[in-house]
């Protein structure tokens, strides 16, 4: 089954208080879309259309140097903030193909920097195997603030999606979310987004309005049920550090079971494409960022700072801070050193 993905990352995102635009704040040294884009790597997507809106310009030139190859990006801009309707339908027009073939269509958030890979997974196959127009991922929450809440029958399907901003006292009341994260069947999607009424409190399109239509017209709507931590959306500072502490957690506890030692992961900080090799030892102080690669039996720490740099097998180093430098293997980097760009310090000190 081919699939295509939508990122919507057109929003300003004003409570981050930042001239940056928001999707482009990072999280373990990723932007945040970037982090929804990796995401979909399992389903191998045939075009991921990226909606830009707020600085696009810098959101274009970041995604594209920095997305992988297999994520085959494009963009297009929504140059009216009319809501995730909209912006849905802005992306589908740059799709590949037309709106009545059978493929899926991803449509996800570009502020959801946890999502993991498997997840999107299982939603394809849930959406797949039930032969469902539309399936959405959903979250019990300890406080559903923000999130629109699902509403159900008494049969248990799910019949439409209401915003907070719209919902009546008793459906606020309701913990389960819409997290905003969807599997269409495109020729369902398509004229439902035609299809949509700016009918409401923000006189927006509501994307989650597209649920609520084809529920009425007798489609099957599939719900797969995820844990909150990993649907959160980011969109203020404390939101990002909470998210960032997150995945700061899954990232050591990745390389603590692959040959690592931490003397204390709590004050060890790596980020998502840092490479460490076996028998390596961080101790308590040691952030290693960006591309940074650490060989076999290192000893890395306290107090280490390395951004970009190769650093061979049987390294020694403490109190130091590196910037796309090289270190070669056996080496004892003496303390305090400061390794500038392009420094190779070759025999022990």
Request: contains cysteine; aromatic residues 4%; proline residues 5%.
């Amino acid at each position: 089954m081919t699939v295509s993905a939508i990122v919507l990352a057109a929003g300003q995102g004003t409570r981050m208080r930042s001239d940056r635009p928001k999707p482009l704040h990072r999280i373990c040294g990723r932007s945040m879309v970037l982090h929804v884009i990796h995401a979909l790597e399992l389903l191998q997507p045939r075009q991921t259309v990226v909606v830009v809106g707020h600085g696009a310009e810098q959101v274009t030139k970041q995604v594209l140097d920095e997305a992988p190859p297999w994520s085959n990006t494009v963009f297009v801009e929504q140059f009216n903030q009319l809501g995730t309707g909209d912006a849905a339908s802005v992306g589908m027009g740059a799709l590949e193909g037309d709106d009545y073939d059978d493929s899926i269509v991803v449509v996800l958030p570009g502020d959801a920097p946890l999502l993991r890979a498997e997840t999107l997974d299982e939603l394809v196959a849930t959406h797949t195997a039930n032969d469902n127009a539309a399936t959405m991922i959903v979250s019990t929450m300890d406080d559903p603030t923000g999130y629109g809440r699902v509403i159900r029958d008494r049969d248990g399907r799910v019949v439409r999606i209401v915003e907070q901003r719209d919902a009546s006292t008793s459906e606020l009341a309701i913990t389960v979310g819409n997290c905003g994260m969807y599997a269409f069947r495109r020729e369902t999607l398509g004229p439902a987004l035609r299809n949509l009424r700016a009918d409401n409190a923000s006189g927006e399109f509501y994307l989650t309005d597209v649920i609520g239509q084809l529920a009425a017209m007798g489609h099957r709507i599939g719900v797969l049920d995820v844990d909150q931590h990993e649907t959160q959306g980011v969109n203020d500072r404390w939101q990002l550090a909470l998210a960032e502490r997150e995945l700061r957690s899954r990232t050591n506890r990745h390389w603590l079971l692959n040959g690592v030692t931490m003397l204390d992961p709590r004050q060890t900080f790596i980020d998502v494409d840092v490479k460490i090799g076996r028998d390596t030892t961080l101790y308590p102080g040691t952030v290693l960022q960006g591309t940074t690669v650490v060989g076999d039996g290192c000893e890395i720490g306290p107090n280490v700072r390395l951004r970009d740099c190769v650093v061979g097998d049987d390294v020694t180093i403490e109190h130091c801070v590196g910037d796309d430098a090289e270190v070669r293997s056996g080496t004892r980097v003496a303390p305090f050193t400061h390794l500038p760009p392009g420094s190779d310090p070759t025999s022990a000190t």
